[in-house]
Each structure stands twice: as structure tokens, then as C-alpha cells.
Antibody, heavy 115, light 110 residues
Framework: QVQLQESGPRLLKPSETLSLTCTVS????????WSWVRQPAGQGLEWIGR???????NYNPSFKSRITMSIDTSENQFSLKLTSVTAADTAVYYC?????????WGQGTLVTVSS | QSALTQPASVSGSPGQSITISCTGT?????????VSWCQQHPGRAPKLIIYEGTKRPSGISTRFSGSKSGNTASLTISGLQADDEADYYCYSYAGSGTWVFGGGTKLTVL
């Protein structure tokens, strides 16, 4: 079955850029939408954005000025970049496949922003 | 884009049924048949339990059911079991390629 795994730096300083990659195994990234969702500790889920295999993106307006998503179909990966991070961006970041529901999900990776 | 509204907590005894509401607007829940629900146990990734408002993915118990009326979607869990104790989130398509989550509901099985 399709599995997803997030990777990237886990500790950032304020103003740096968060960069995460999601590697998809057991299936192709082609002809699906792929999403990022985050969850601050003890809080709810927040949809960040989605990317289609063609590269078309849609973002949560809350992030629009700071976010870039990209996809590499040859590597079966997609990525998230979030610029100018602050402590408020500290969260578990999940990558997931988005259809008419979100499934499957990666295990999540905790990214901490601290000076 | 505002978060969908869910009760912060609900509780029920084993064997009982509970319902969790998810209230949005005519721009999201009310406009699309694309409401989903996920279950999240502590320290785990969320798991899809209902999609397109009423459909269950393969392997999800028939004790979980979804419905929608106007701008409010609902998740009903019947025959409560101890393992149902978890956080539950609704989310909906909100137009223009965007999605929005509810704030989450903590279910306690008494």
C-alpha cells in the first residue's frame, strides 16, 4: 500500500526557512493531489496546501505569502517550503494524499522553531 | 477561511451512541458533498473514517456513520468501545482548491 515519509531539518531558528520533503512509496505521485497538514502541540489540525502531480498548487490563504510547494515525479516526492518561520510555526508536519478525503498520512515530523 | 466549529469534548459510556457536530458555512460544508472525518489517537497520525459525507473507507467499522444537513455535518459512533476514545476532526472542501479543518473534538469513553 501507499506509504509516506516526511524528512527535513527538525530544528530551525526564527526567520529561517522550513524545508520538508515527503517521499511516497508503494504508489506513484502521478494523478493525485498531495497535501501538507500541521498540528501544534496540543492543538488541532491545520491544512497548509495541496499540489497536483502537474505542479498546480492551492494554498491556505493564511500561509500564502510564505509558502511554496513543489513536486518531483521522477523521485516520487513532493516538498514544502515555509519562509520566515517563527515560534508559532512549531508543529508536527504531516504529508498526506488528498482525494475526497485525506489518506494515507505520513507519520509526521516535529519541527521546532527556537532561538 | 475560518475553521469549522466542533464541540471541544463529548463523552459516552460503552455501548452507547454519540454524535459530533461540525458546523461550517454555505461556502464550505453547505456547498459541497466533500466533508470528511478523521480519528486521531494520541501520538498517532490521523486516520480517515468518513469521506464524502457518508462513505466509509475499506476496513472502517459500520459503527461509524456520517450525515449532513445544511451547513452542519455530523459523525455518529454507535456501540461505543474503549478504543474509540480519541480526537475526531471534520474537514471540508472550501472552494478554490482549499480545505478547512474543524477544531477537533475529544471523545471520552466513560
Amino acid at each position: 500500500q501507499v506509504q509516506l515519509q516526511e524528512s527535513g531539518p527538525r530544528l530551525l531558528k526564527p526567520s529561517e526557512t522550513l524545508s520538508l520533503t515527503c517521499t511516497v512509496s508503494g504508489g506513484s505521485v502521478i494523478t493525485y493531489y498531495w497535501s501538507w497538514v500541521r498540528q501544534p502541540a496540543g492543538q488541532g489540525l491545520e491544512w497548509i496546501g495541496r499540489i497536483y502531480s502537474s505542479g498546480v498548487t492551492n494554498y491556505n490563504p493564511s500561509f500564502k505569502s510564505r509558502i511554496t510547494m513543489s513536486i518531483d515525479t521522477s523521485e516520487n516526492q513532493f516538498s514544502l517550503k515555509l519562509t520566515s518561520v517563527t515560534a508559532a510555526d512549531t508543529a508536527v508536519y504531516y504529508c498526506a494524499r488528498l482525494s475526497t478525503g485525506i489518506q494515507p498520512w505520513g507519520q509526521g515530523t516535529l519541527v521546532t522553531v527556537s532561538s | 477561511q475560518s475553521a469549522l466549529t466542533q464541540p471541544a469534548s463529548v463523552s459516552g459510556s460503552p455501548g452507547q451512541s454519540i454524535t459530533i457536530s461540525c458546523t461550517g458555512t454555505s461556502s464550505d460544508v453547505g456547498s459541497y458533498s466533500l466533508v470528511s472525518w478523521c480519528q486521531q489517537h494520541p501520538g498517532r497520525a490521523p486516520k480517515l473514517i468518513i469521506y464524502e459525507g457518508t462513505k466509509r473507507p475499506s476496513g472502517i467499522s459500520t459503527r461509524f456513520s456520517g450525515s449532513k444537513s445544511g451547513n452542519t455535518a455530523s459523525l455518529t459512533i454507535s456501540g461505543l468501545q474503549a478504543d474509540d476514545e480519541a480526537d475526531y476532526y471534520c474537514y471540508s472542501y472550501a472552494g478554490s482548491g482549499t480545505w478547512v479543518f474543524g477544531g477537533g473534538t475529544k471523545l471520552t469513553v466513560l
